[in-house]
């Protein structure tokens, strides 16, 4: 087994603490694998700023200047408040992710399981066991990151991220995954959302769509000619759109004419409501 060695996961970004650390270690001569650091903060753009931050103050140090960043605990409130359990935490979750995620190797979130009640910690993803209401219970938190987990293939261009709206999309052969969220502290903020996908071949394609946190589904059959597929969705605050899109037809097949001559053949449309142009 391989392992890696480093810190020192002090309490947040403390640019004396990057110097005089590092400094030291390379004084002794001695392992730094990586550098980590702990960070509460209701505003997302702090993690980009500390990552960005530390990663300069490293550049000092040749060896160890391209380690990877690694923050060891993170979320919206490092106090034992109920803003922990709330569909604002996890679509801050989702939100932040998408910033940092270009920046960090790695993000652990604290922790996996509340604390037990009465005065037991909110940080967890699912509720302690001891719970008189929801006994080991998912948190909203617990549902970003599930989603989280259906981004598969490789990462694609996502543009268009704003004040309130952020994500992150993933394609594979079959299917392109795309994750956004609406965070917005004050509660108020309601998006109409365009999405478009770009570069589709002609064919039928299913649009999935799942609001995760309150667990509503759909599907829509969209036929596609010119390689965009547009569709609105509206996103409340603090909420969660998962969007899957697969393709599941051609739009026409070729099918053997009635007559013998190999060259006779009949076009078969699918699902088409309107006229097909050639």
């Not at 769509?209 to 059959?221: A, I, K, N, Q």
């Not at 603090?238 to 969007?243: D, E, K, Q």
């Amino acid at each position: 087994n391989k392992f890696h060695l480093g810190g020192p996961a002090v309490g947040s970004y403390y640019p004396n603490w990057v110097n005089n650390f590092v400094s030291y270690i390379a004084q002794n001569n001695l392992l730094l694998d990586f550098y980590s650091w702990h960070r509460y903060t209701k505003k997302p753009s702090e993690y980009v700023n500390d990552a960005r931050n530390i990663r300069n103050l490293l550049s000092a140090f040749p060896s160890f200047a391209g380690i990877p960043l690694i923050l060891t605990e993170w979320g919206i409130d490092s106090e034992n408040t109920e803003i922990n359990n709330s569909n604002t935490s996890a679509a801050y979750a989702i939100y932040s992710i998408s910033q940092f995620k270009k920046d960090l190797s790695l993000a652990f979130n604290f922790e996996v399981k509340d604390g037990p009640p009465p005065n037991g910690g909110k940080w967890g993803l699912i509720r302690h066991e001891k719970n008189p209401d929801n006994n080991l219970s998912p948190k909203p938190k617990f549902k970003a990151f599930r989603e989280l987990a259906k981004l598969t293939g490789n990462e694609i261009s996502l543009s268009g991220n704003g004040t309130f709206i952020s994500g992150i999309a993933s394609s594979t052969t079959t299917k392109t995954t795309v994750i956004l969220a609406n965070f917005d502290l004050a509660g108020q903020n309601i998006e109409n959302v365009p999405v478009t996908f770009t570069g589709l071949v002609p064919a039928m394609y299913e649009l999935k769509y799942h609001y995760v946190l309150d667990d509503r589904s759909g599907v829509y059959e969209i036929p596609v000619t010119n390689g965009n597929l547009n569709k609105n969705f509206l996103i409340p605050a603090n909420s969660i759109l998962l969007l899957e899109l697969s393709k599941i037809s051609p739009l026409a097949t070729f099918i053997n004419g009635s007559g013998s001559d190999t060259n006779d053949k009949a076009l078969i449309l699918n699902n088409i409501d309107g006229p097909l142009l050639l």
